[in-house]
């Protein structure tokens, strides 16, 4: 799936690269069409400043009024390319047939001689304001609204005659146009986008050149619109992805934690079904079944794994009325420091059995909550039953009260294994136990602490943990006091 993604991922910047070149590929096209455009008006232009010298030098010799209208006739034909200059057979536009071949042909030659003699330079055939406002209209027909920089390089001086509307001042140096930053040498010089001017059989004399300084972030702003919906589209499958494998994961642990659950659930109760399996057995024996007292011996440890394995059963309805929110608390008036006590005196056996000591430092002034009994009392034994089991030698066990604003806080401390942030994190999990290695056999469920959340919740409080490795757990609820005490 990962390598999936990553091919989706490279195949759209595939196809994102692949749209900005096309997109320069048109623009370039477009651009070029148009300079040729305005390089053939231009032609059209150059035609008519060529003719109206012509008529000057035709009005400015000794010639009649006739002969000037013929020559003037003549050279507006050979200007629009209808009448050839060295007369072949192509000519579609007769001349004078009362001519005869030799001056027809001494009056063509005269006419393109004058014109070759008395050739315009390069900036004098064109108006930059006249070719400023054909490019603007050829680029606005196209919908291209860059900015550009244009300029007339003459191919003889190797320099640019004309600069953004500007002739330039000199040649041959470094030119001065309206931008004063502009270096043509620089900028223009090696643009692709030129076409040749006034072309004919001797070549051309000088080339259009334009250049649009901000063409790239253009065209990669014609595709912002494809590149956002390639990042909506590619988050939305990375965060698929994402999802898909944190459930894998999540749906991994839990079934891990639900192996172990199970395999704690069996030993939890192999061990109380064997024991009640061989006490049954023994008072079968004739030897007990005649003493009375041993009898009874048995039925008490029959009993007692009896009520170990509901103890065990209960728990884990419990947990699963607590999933279902199918429970009510009976909440009334109650002092929290009894309750403390209470708890401490059904676990203090267990405690003292393995040398250790369980400490009350009750300083809450106002010790009244209200909340429910049975609840209550469950909330503080699970907390002194884990910091008993998950101290590996003597048991250090301290709970304290202090009043708080609006509340009443209940510490439980213990210098047992402590924990890691990791398992921090996962102890109110249900079925999570704390690893604890070949430290200290822990028996349970792993239902204790994820019942205590769920019930200081009902409550309205708050449960937090402070630990570290090795140095013990510290338990922390806050409960709300009752308004009316």
Avoid at 63 to 80: F, H, I, N, P, V
Avoid at 225 to 243: A, Q
Avoid at 348 to 353: D, G
Wanted: contains cysteine.
């Amino acid at each position: 799936m990962a390598l999936a993604l990553i091919g989706t991922v490279m195949l759209q910047s595939y196809w994102i690269n692949w749209s900005i070149s096309l997109n320069e590929k048109q623009f370039d096209d477009q651009v070029i069409s148009a300079l040729k455009r305005v390089a053939d008006k231009l032609e059209k232009e150059k035609e008519n400043w060529e003719l109206s010298q012509i008529e000057k030098w035709i009005r400015s010799g000794d010639r009649s009024e006739e002969d000037q209208k013929q020559l003037l006739e003549y050279a507006t034909l050979l200007m629009s390319n209808q009448l050839s200059a060295n007369l072949d057979s192509t000519t579609h536009v007769q001349m004078d047939p009362s001519l005869s071949w030799d001056k027809k042909k001494q009056i063509v030659e005269m006419i393109d001689r004058e014109r070759r003699i008395h050739p315009a330079r390069l900036e004098q055939r064109i108006n930059p304001s006249s070719l400023s406002a054909l490019l603007r209209q050829e680029f606005k027909e196209l919908d291209i609204d860059l900015k550009y920089t244009w300029g007339v390089y003459d191919n003889s001086s190797e320099s640019f005659v004309i600069l953004n509307e500007n002739y330039v001042v000199g040649l041959r140096e470094k030119p001065k146009a309206s931008r004063a930053d502009l270096d043509p040498n620089q900028i223009l010089k090696e643009t692709s986008y030129k076409v040749a001017l006034f072309s004919s059989a001797a070549g051309s004399p000088g080339t259009l050149k334009v250049i649009f300084p901000k063409k790239t972030s253009w065209l990669r702003r014609n595709v912002i619109p494809l590149v956002i919906l390639s990042v909506v589209l590619t988050s939305l499958i990375l965060g698929c992805f994402i999802y898909v494998v944190w459930v894998i994961f999540r749906q991994k642990k839990l079934s891990e934690i639900k192996n172990d659950f199970v395999n704690n659930m069996t030993h939890e109760f192999k061990t109380p079904i064997a024991t009640i399996s061989l006490a049954s057995d023994s008072i079968l024996s004739p030897s007990i079944i005649q003493s009375p007292d041993k009898i009874r011996k048995f039925m008490d440890i029959i009993k007692q794994e009896n009520r170990r394995m509901l103890s065990q059963v209960e728990k884990v309805l419990q947990m699963a009325l607590l999933d279902k929110q199918d429970f009510q608390l009976n909440k009334r008036s109650l002092n929290l420091h009894d309750i403390i006590l209470e708890a401490v005196q059904n676990i203090n056996l267990q405690v003292t059995q393995r040398g250790g000591q369980i400490v009350t430092e009750l300083d809450a002034s106002d010790p009244l909550v209200y909340a429910d009994h049975t609840h209550l009392t469950n909330i503080i034994y699970n907390l002194l039953d884990n910091a008993n089991k998950y101290s590996p030698e003597a048991p250090e066990i301290c709970v304290k009260t202090s009043n708080v604003k609006k509340g009443i806080l209940i510490k439980v401390l213990d210098k047992g294994i402590g924990m890691s942030r990791e398992n921090i994190k996962l102890i109110f999990e249900k079925f999570y136990r704390v690893p604890t290695g070949n430290v200290h056999n822990v028996k349970g469920f792993g239902l204790g602490l994820s019942y205590v959340k769920a019930m200081v919740q009902a409550h309205g409080g708050q449960i937090e943990v402070e630990s570290e490795p090795g140095k013990g757990s510290q338990f922390i609820i806050f409960l709300p006091q009752n308004p009316k005490k």
